[in-house]
């Protein structure tokens, strides 16, 4: 499967950014789709997953809960981040994540988010 980011870009602190990740593949009925992000001197980390085989659920880190919104959608194989009161903490390359099966991973290719006045 081949993941294609959108999105990313410089913010002011407090704005809104919207990040896009189309798959080759189907995303319906998958272990995960979602995002990582690594920022400058850090590991990689989670940001927000949704999980559809034994339900959905959508789990977020808690730097970015209730700033931060995962979606999907089915029918353009395309997942959604949707950023909010964006800080500069949240300055990093964004990463979206898709695994078919728990460990089957596939990662896109990355994309900056800058938060910065």
């Known amino acids: 499967v081949e993941l294609v980011e959108s999105g990313g870009g410089l913010v002011q602190p407090g704005g809104s950014l919207n990040l896009s990740c189309t798959a080759s593949?189907?995303?319906?009925?998958?272990?995960?789709i979602g995002w990582y992000r690594r920022a400058p001197g850090k590991e990689r980390e989670l940001v927000a997953q949704?999980?559809?085989?034994?339900?959905?659920?959508?789990k977020y880190a808690d730097a970015v809960a209730g700033r931060f919104f995962a979606s999907k959608d089915v029918a353009r194989n395309t997942a959604h981040l949707q950023m909010t009161n964006l800080n500069v903490e949240d300055t990093a390359v964004y990463y979206c994540?898709?695994?078919?099966?728990?460990?089957?991973?596939?990662w896109g290719q990355g994309i900056q988010v800058t938060v910065s006045s």
């Open positions: 593949e189907s995303i319906d009925k998958i272990y995960a």
């Open positions: 994540h898709y695994a078919n099966l728990p460990g089957l991973n596939t």
């Open positions: 949704i999980r559809s085989l034994s339900g959905p659920t959508t």
